[in-house]
T-cell receptor, first 114, second 113 residues
Framework: AQSVSQHNHHVILSEAASLELGCNYS??????LFWYVQYPGQHLQLLLK????DPLVKGIKGFEAEFIKSKFSFNLRKPSVQWSDTAEYFC????????????WGAGTKLIIKP | GAGVSQSPSNKVTEKGKDVELRCDPI?????LYWYRQSLGQGLEFLIYFQGNSAPDKSGLPSDRFSAERTGGSVSTLTIQRTQQEDSAVYLC???????????FGQGTRLTVV
């Protein structure tokens, strides 16, 4: 079965620190990749997505992610975090056009200390 | 409405009772998904509706779970004879097409006591 791994379940950083959250998936074929964010008390919302083209994807709020096919990875990065980035971050994958089902990672809780 | 609306936001029920959870998707979105999120887990796919096609029920964990979507819009997820392991946040999402961004509701937190 396909799976998505987010290795860090909790991350605590100070403001202005750099962020990288890991995401690895197991499917070897064509994939669509997503990062969703859930701020405290709010619904899940899309941060960024990769379907094809440039493997470096830029999303909202200064986030970016790089698709590295050889490593089956789609890590999320931000050069300088803010207190308002405190949230839970989910990586999700679906198998390209043939399968709409999103397979989700368990999420990473990010806490930014002011 | 402007977003996906789910009701109730919280539901506490006794073990063995039936519950109905409602999802009102974004107007015009043909795809509708139900997911379950248990504590410390990722989202678990339950069921998918696309237009007038037969729904994909492959994620439903048991025959106590069922869902319908009336008129291609509002959807209801029904859990019969609830068990404690059904306690979770049930999320609904909709999208314009199956490969498009999914917009999520705020979820229904179900607690079975």
């Amino acid at each position: 079965a396909q799976s998505v791994s987010q290795h860090n379940h909790h991350v605590i950083l100070s403001e202005a620190a750099s962020l990288e959250l890991g995401c690895n998936y197991s499917y070897g074929g064509t994939v669509n990749l997503f990062w969703y964010v859930q701020y405290p008390g709010q619904h899940l919302q899309l941060l960024l997505k990769y379907f094809s083209g440039d493997p470096l994807v830029k999303g909202i709020k200064g986030f970016e992610a790089e698709f590295i096919k050889s490593k089956f990875s789609f890590n999320l990065r931000k050069p300088s975090v803010q207190w308002s980035d405190t949230a839970e971050y989910f990586c999700a994958v679906n198998e390209g056009k043939s399968n709409y089902q999103l397979i989700w990672g368990a999420g990473t809780k990010l806490i930014i200390k002011p | 409405g402007a977003g996906v609306s789910q009701s109730p936001s919280n539901k506490v029920t006794e073990k063995g009772k039936d519950v109905e959870l409602r999802c009102d998707p974004i107007s015009g979105h043909t795809a509708l998904y139900w997911y379950r999120q248990s504590l410390g887990q990722g989202l678990e796919f339950l069921i998918y509706f696309q237009g007038n096609s037969a729904p994909d029920k492959s994620g439903l964990p048991s025959d106590r779970f069922s869902a319908e979507r009336t008129g291609g819009s509002v959807s209801t997820l029904t859990i019969q004879r609830t068990q404690q392991e059904d306690s979770a946040v049930y999320l609904c999402a909709s999208s314009l097409a199956r490969t498009d961004e999914a917009f999520f509701g705020q979820g229904t937190r179900l607690t079975v006591v």
